[in-house]
């Protein structure tokens, strides 16, 4: 599939409001609000096992086990629940060292999530480091910006991917930051990077096609620079239609995502939620005859 082939958009995101069409959403008389929940991670960078103690920043804090009994927890609570992560799942342990990303990707399964997108770090044992540990991922890998034509990595990623829950349409899709002066040349070869907005516009256009009740963006593009560099906050504010960006790459804490406008003036939330594995974000969204409101959104200390 060309990626220009890929176009449209879906409903404007709330604050604590924002009112959007309502897709394929259908209710009865008597039905109540649909409720989805998003949980997300970004730059685990192989942090499998908790801080120490004794650790000046984190700790006791971390660690897959009990994230793992987090998000069972939130499951039961919300079985309409989507986990996603943002990028740089490897690099930062002895683990990558020494099993390349193998253990992090059967872990992310066993936590069964539903899609992530690729960092910048997960290319450090290079593009065929990458391609041969995806047989141990059970969850796709999204980029609408990186073009992997002549690269061993072809036909391995898809820019999209939209899930049903609860009758609700929801289109994710993955934004990568430009590689070159991050990882060497010799290690993410034939990869070509793609403007960011331009895919994001392009890519949303086909989820509105789609009808998509909610859209999504796996960005790891960063959260805010203070030079031109395209952000996350750049990119809300040269979009139109994207109701949650979830961030990676600056490793930026948030305790709740940050309320921006879009290019129409309308709200689009951003989170990110540090590194490490420290903290899972969740966001919650309900669904009535009348659009979309996010309720809360938080950062919760694993």
Not at 25 to 33: G, L, N, R, V, Y
Not at 37 to 47: C, E, M, P, Q, R
Not at 51 to 79: C, M, T, V, W
Not at 278 to 295: C, H, Q, S
Request: aromatic share 10%; hydrophobic share 35%; proline share 3%.
């Amino acid at each position: 599939m060309k990626r220009r082939s890929f176009i449209k958009q879906t409903a404007a995101a709330g604050t604590l409001a924002g009112i959007g069409s309502m897709g394929l959403m259908s209710f009865s008389t008597e039905e109540k609000k649909k409720h989805i929940t998003i949980l997300h991670t970004n730059d685990v960078h192989s942090h499998i096992e908790p801080f120490d103690a004794d650790h000046a920043d984190f700790p006791n804090q971390g660690g897959i086990a009990r994230r793992y009994s987090l998000i069972q927890s939130i499951r039961k609570e919300n079985p309409n629940t989507l986990l996603l992560d943002a990028g740089d799942i490897f690099q930062g342990t002895p683990y990558f060292n020494f099993y390349g990303g193998e253990l992090e990707f059967k872990l992310m399964s066993k936590l069964q999530y539903d899609a992530a997108t690729i960092g910048n770090h997960d290319f450090d044992n290079g593009i065929d480091g990458l391609l041969a540990q995806l047989p141990h991922a059970e969850f796709p890998f999204l980029s609408a910006n990186y073009d992997f034509t002549n690269t061993v990595m072809d036909g391995q990623v898809k820019p999209y991917k939209i899930f049903f829950k609860d009758g609700v349409k929801v289109g994710v899709f993955g934004l990568g930051i430009e590689l070159e002066g991050l990882v060497g040349k010799k290690l993410y070869k034939e990869t070509q990077y793609l403007d960011p907005v331009e895919m994001a516009k392009e890519t949303v256009t086909q989820l509105k096609q789609e009808k998509c009740d909610l859209v999504i963006c796996l960005s790891h593009l960063g959260y805010h620079y203070r030079h031109e560099k395209i952000s996350d906050l750049k990119l809300a504010a040269l979009t139109k239609d994207i109701d949650l960006i979830i961030g990676g790459h600056t490793h930026t804490f948030l305790k709740k995502p940050t309320v921006t406008q879009n290019s129409e003036g309308k709200n689009v939330l951003v989170n990110q939620v540090g590194w490490a594995g420290v903290n899972l974000g969740r966001i919650d969204f309900f669904f009535d005859r009348t659009g979309k409101t996010m309720e809360n959104g938080t950062t919760i200390i694993v």
